[in-house]
């Protein structure tokens, strides 16, 4: 039996994957540095894991996958990625892009700046040391590392400026700042692997977001696919990133302003559109399944996120999550 393990447990879209993989055969366990985290009860084992950017992440990871068997990591924490590419020399599956593409967007103005360069339309992007001179109002304000909406701001002048700078935590050259661009959001699933042959695009338009998306709808938008396909052609991801990006309301282009080379949080809403991204690439990895090209997804499916109660015997909760043993209570 195939064995899984995810990353990152505590989030929103952790309980559906684990079903999900579960249902189709596989043996799935879950890790988290937060001990209160849902997947490490609702996976058939749950790990405690040091945070990623701690130098025992990797070791810790390490000594979990060869105690379990694991044959596939699906991270999905960005201070955890670079480290688990490292799992790659071993012979385990690591359901990322290639190191260069992960580290590249990992820091969001040096994305910006090889998009640019590689033909690509962004928004207007510098850091705040650069200064602001000729930027046009509103300009989004975020770390250049980063995730979620931590340290994000949209000021309107440059007064609103000045006083999210005087109160942020964050050194100038630590924060860029970007032209908002007026239009609809969109969160895009791009389902590429090893050899690079894209397989499928599926745009989502973000119907509500707080932190994370709570409400979106699929959409197919032959420019956003063109614009996806280009970023795959000219960075060479060769493995599956999430583009975010918004629809300037003018002209209808794309522009995009992250991207996540991740699965997103809203994977469950690509599944569920048609296209299982996190089962596909398993199946054709590990299970030997013939690539193919995953255009027959369903158009206005939309995503409602919710909380779920879940229910588990109190001693089912007292015995888990554990940890290995190098790092703390054994099994």
Request: with cysteine; charged share 25%.
């Amino acid at each position: 039996m195939t064995t899984v393990i995810l990353t990152g447990a505590g989030g929103a879209a952790i309980p559906g994957l684990i079903e999900r993989l579960r249902d189709k055969g596989y043996r799935v366990l879950a890790a988290d540095m937060d001990p209160c985290a849902v997947g490490l009860y609702l996976a058939e084992a749950g790990f405690i894991i040091p945070p990623g950017g701690s130098p025992e992440f990797l070791p810790v990871l390490r000594e979990i996958c060869s105690q379990e068997k694991v044959d596939v990591v699906v991270p999905l924490v960005d201070e955890e990625l670079l480290s688990s590419l490292e799992l790659e020399r071993e012979g385990i599956m690591v359901m990322l892009p290639r190191r260069e593409f992960v580290a590249t967007c990992l820091d969001k103005f040096h994305l910006m700046q090889q998009l640019q360069a590689v033909g690509v339309p962004v928004p207007e992007t510098r850091l705040v040391s650069s200064g602001w001179s000729g930027l046009r109002f509103p300009i989004v304000v975020k770390p250049r590392k980063g995730r979620g909406s931590r340290g994000l701001g949209i000021v309107g002048s440059e007064a609103e400026l000045l006083s999210f700078l005087e109160v942020s935590s964050f050194a100038y050259d630590e924060l860029l700042l970007q032209t908002y661009i007026e239009g609809p959001e969109f969160t895009v699933s791009v389902v590429v692997w090893r050899d690079g042959e894209l397989q499928a695009v599926v745009p989502k338009e973000i119907i509500l977001k707080k932190g994370i998306t709570r409400l979106a709808v699929t959409r197919r938008n032959a420019k956003i696919e063109a614009l996806c396909r280009e970023i795959q052609a000219r960075l060479r991801a060769d493995g599956p990133f999430n583009v975010q990006l918004r629809l300037d309301v003018g002209t209808g282009d794309p522009l995009p302003f992250e991207i996540n080379p991740r699965f997103s949080t809203t994977v469950s809403l690509t599944i569920a559109a048609g296209v299982d991204e996190i089962g596909e690439l398993i199946a054709q990895e590990v299970g030997g399944s013939e690539r193919k090209e995953l255009t027959d997804w369903r158009e206005g499916v939309v995503l409602l996120r919710r909380t779920l109660d879940e229910f588990v015997d109190e001693s089912d909760f007292r015995g888990r999550p554990v940890t290995c043993p190098s790092y703390g209570v054994s099994r």
